[in-house]
Every structure is written in structure tokens, then in C-alpha cells.
């Protein structure tokens, strides 16, 4: 079986092509500059935009993974990111159809709902609070029309919660709070905004390449949540940590600059990828921040 990831050499992508290599995929991992910034992922790696796949030499692809996006929340380039987040990938994933592909897993986002009432489901209505959230919003009903038009081929989008663990040091500012705050408190105190009462469903990286497998392995087309299902405080978190480096730091809240576009609280419901996929996350937010821990002290010179 092969399978083809964009994004291959982002966060998710890279444990991804490891993850589905060990277990005898055949991986094809395209993106821009890959052997410069990922030299060492298994399989076919080719070097150019996800855009430009070059799908004649590629040949026969049973899976088409696409976790390629601008995921910058505060892009105020609204072409820029309706395009490439959600009108390209669209043309994109008509050229996999095209090229006998029948299976289409694509990230969406929870942001997607904004401050809807908790927890969020997927037939809720969403209320996207930035242009990010407006173009996976998008996305998602572009890619209901296409499912229309191709109904033999599965195509299931996954509404992440916040995705956390080992491999994020390249993210900088995009990198999950969890991995933000973590890196923070081996020196100092941790900065978050006022006042670290707002909850997000963390979800560790081994939970989520579980969900896309599962995916993978769908029957039917569908939008799903994955996450934990649980809500977290930055408060929270900033203890855990505590207890992991035996340090007794204090949060120091700064006012928050994202007014009116800001998620307060993010908590999933997760009943439908329990039902369909078999989902259930593995890893509690307390197992996953003592598995991050050794990490980031580890990565400290």
C-alpha cells in the first residue's frame, strides 16, 4: 500500500511518515526544501511544493494524507490563506482522484467553531473567529461538494485539538502551549495570558497518529474531532510541569493581544471517531507532559 503525505517534514507529518513506515507503508513525503530540513524520513522523498506532485511520475497511490497548511492564526493575507489552505488543496486532492487514488485525509481544526457552547461537535455551528479557522472551514465544505462529485472515495477530515509532544522545537511561537510553556519553565517563569484559566483539549502526537490510521481504515466519508475529549487550564499545565522539574514556578500573565479572536475554551466531543473509527485517545495529559519533559530536558544545551 502507498501512501502520500504533504506537510512530511512538519511536526505531525515527520512522526507520521516514521510511524507508517514501520508498518510496511510505502511512503511518499513531498515538501519544499525536505532534504535540506528533513534528510532522514523513510521512503520516496520529493523535493517541491505540495502543489506542484509530480503525480505522472508518482504513479498509483492507494492514501493521500494532507496535513500541509499555512497554520499561521494571526496571516492577514486572506487570498493567501483561503487559496492555499483550502481552494488549492481542493484542486489538489482532484488530482490524486484523478491518479487512481481512493482514500483522502486531510487536517481541518477544532478552531473552526470559535467560542461555540461546549463541547464542541462536528454539527455544531461554527463560528470561525480568523481568517486560519475561516479557510479549514472552507475547506471542509469544498471538499463535501468533491465527495459529491467522486462518491466511491473516502475523504475524512480531522479536527485536531491541540497536538502536543516530542518534535515541536522547530515550530517557535507556532508550537503547541503545552511545548511553550514546558521550554519556559526549565529557566524561568512561564509567560500566558491573563489569567491561565483558558482550557484546551491537548492531545499527545501518538494519539493522533492513531486517529489518522484509523482513518485510514474508514468505511465511510465524515468530519471528525480528535482530541482528548478533556479540557486543560494553562494553570494546569504550568503545575504539572512543576511537579515533573521539582520547581515551584508562578505564571507571569501579560494582557492578551488576540481580543475577539481568541478561543477561550477549546473541549472536544470525541463520541463520533469513538464510534466510527474506534478512536480513544491513549495517553492522559499527566502521562503526556512526563513523556515531554524528558525530552525538552534533554534538548537543553
Given at each position: 500500500m502507498r501512501?502520500?503525505?504533504?506537510?512530511?517534514?512538519?511536526?505531525?507529518?515527520?512522526?507520521?511518515?516514521?510511524?507508517?513506515?514501520?508498518?510496511?507503508?510505502?511512503?511518499i513525503c513531498v515538501s519544499k526544501d525536505i532534504y535540506k530540513r528533513c534528510p532522514d524520513l523513510p521512503g520516496l522523498k520529493i523535493d517541491a511544493p505540495w502543489i506542484n506532485t509530480p503525480w505522472n511520475e508518482i504513479g498509483h497511490v492507494d492514501v493521500l494524507i494532507h496535513n500541509?497548511?499555512?497554520?499561521d492564526?494571526?496571516?492577514?493575507?486572506?487570498?493567501?490563506?483561503?487559496?492555499?489552505?483550502?481552494?488549492?488543496?481542493?484542486?489538489?486532492?482532484r488530482n490524486a482522484l484523478q491518479h487512481s487514488c481512493t482514500k483522502i485525509i486531510y487536517a481541518s481544526s477544532m478552531q473552526v467553531y470559535g467560542n461555540a457552547p461546549l463541547p464542541f461537535k462536528e454539527d455544531t455551528h461554527v463560528n470561525p473567529l480568523n481568517l486560519y479557522a475561516k479557510s479549514k472551514k472552507i475547506l471542509d465544505d469544498v471538499v463535501a461538494e468533491l465527495n459529491i462529485q467522486y462518491q466511491s472515495a473516502v475523504m475524512i477530515g480531522l479536527r485536531y485539538g491541540n497536538i502536543y509532544g516530542p518534535g515541536e522545537?522547530?515550530?517557535?511561537?507556532?508550537?503547541?502551549?503545552v511545548t511553550q510553556i514546558g521550554k519556559q519553565m526549565l529557566t524561568k517563569a512561564p509567560v500566558i495570558y491573563k489569567y491561565g484559566e483558558q482550557r484546551r483539549d491537548f492531545i499527545y502526537i501518538t494519539d493522533v497518529l492513531e486517529a489518522?490510521?484509523?482513518?485510514?481504515?474508514?468505511k465511510e466519508s465524515a468530519v471528525f474531532n480528535i482530541g482528548s475529549g478533556q479540557g486543560t487550564s494553562f494553570n494546569s499545565i504550568v503545575e504539572l510541569f512543576n511537579k515533573e522539574f521539582s520547581t515551584d514556578r508562578k505564571p507571569k500573565y501579560i494582557?492578551?493581544?488576540?481580543?475577539?479572536?481568541?478561543?477561550?475554551?477549546?473541549?472536544?466531543?470525541?463520541?463520533?471517531?469513538?464510534?466510527?473509527?474506534?478512536?480513544?485517545?491513549?495517553?492522559?495529559?499527566?502521562?503526556?507532559?512526563?513523556?515531554?519533559?524528558?525530552?525538552?530536558?534533554?534538548?537543553?544545551?
Open positions: 501512501a502520500l503525505l504533504t506537510g512530511a517534514t512538519g511536526f505531525v507529518g515527520a512522526n507520521l511518515a516514521d510511524y507508517l513506515n514501520n508498518r510496511g507503508w510505502e511512503i500541509a497548511a499555512i497554520t492564526t494571526s496571516c492577514a493575507d486572506e487570498n493567501m490563506i483561503l487559496n492555499i489552505n483550502a481552494y488549492d488543496a481542493v484542486v489538489f486532492f522545537n522547530h515550530k517557535g511561537k507556532m508550537a503547541s502551549m489518522i490510521y484509523a482513518g485510514m481504515n474508514a494582557d492578551n493581544p488576540f481580543t475577539g479572536e481568541y478561543q477561550e475554551d477549546v473541549i472536544l466531543d470525541i463520541s463520533l471517531a469513538n464510534k466510527m473509527l474506534g478512536f480513544r485517545p491513549a495517553i492522559s495529559i499527566e502521562q503526556g507532559i512526563h513523556l515531554l519533559s524528558g525530552s525538552l530536558r534533554n534538548a537543553t544545551p
